[in-house]
Structures are given as C-alpha cells and as structure tokens.
C-alpha cells in the first residue's frame, strides 16, 4: 500500500495498550496505541525500533497484526499493515489493559 493510500484512510486518535513482539525477538513488549486505521497505526513506548522492522501486534478484537515500521520519531513510530483490519473491533478490548513498566 503506498503512503498516499495509507494517508488517507481515516484514524482515530485513541490510547490503547497493546502487546507487541519484533519479528525473531521472543520478547512481549507494551506499548501505547496512540492512533489507529484500518491500514495502520502509531505507537508509543516498547522497543528502539527502525524503518523496516517487522513486527505483531495484538490488537483487541482485531486480534495479532503483522505490520511493518513506516516511520519513527523520537518514542513514535508508524506501522503499516500487511493486511487491513477493522479498526473499530480492535477498539473493543485491549489484550494489554495494564499499565506499562
């Protein structure tokens, strides 16, 4: 899906915590959802991650997303879906509702 695509699609500002682990990294991480679409998402916290990382992320009703970092900055990044979700059945439940350490 190209940048214009993806930039396109409607999100919701929203904060979510969610279960996220990096592609050959057995580690779970929690990050923060700080906004959501069908083709993507911003993220908070969790791992130094770069453009290009592979990684899943567990998200509600949505369930385990494959996705890959379009863009970072600072404690944010963006991660593009290899798949479109429902991004509102994603909203029903979030996997990690803890606080994160």
């Given at each position: 899906?190209?940048?214009v695509?993806?930039r396109?699609?409607a999100r919701d500002?929203?904060?979510l915590?969610?279960n996220l682990?990096?592609e050959?990294d ?10 959501l679409s069908?083709?993507g998402m911003?993220g ?9 990382t592979?990684?899943?992320?567990e ?6 997303v494959r996705g ?5 900055q ?8 290899d798949?479109?979700i429902?991004s509102?059945?994603?909203q029903?439940?979030?996997p990690?509702s803890e606080?994160?350490?």
């Amino acid at each position: 899906m190209s940048e214009v695509e993806t930039r396109s699609t409607a999100r919701d500002s929203l904060l979510l915590f969610a279960n996220l682990w990096l592609e050959n990294d057995p580690a779970r991480y929690h990050v923060k959802v700080r906004n959501l679409s069908d083709a993507g998402m911003m993220g908070e916290g969790g791992p130094r991650v770069v453009r290009g990382t592979r990684l899943t992320v567990e998200l509600g009703g949505a369930g385990a997303v494959r996705g890959c970092v379009a863009w970072v900055q600072n404690e944010r990044f963006g991660v593009a879906f290899d798949d479109l979700i429902n991004s509102a059945s994603a909203q029903s439940s979030s996997p990690a509702s803890e606080p994160m350490h």
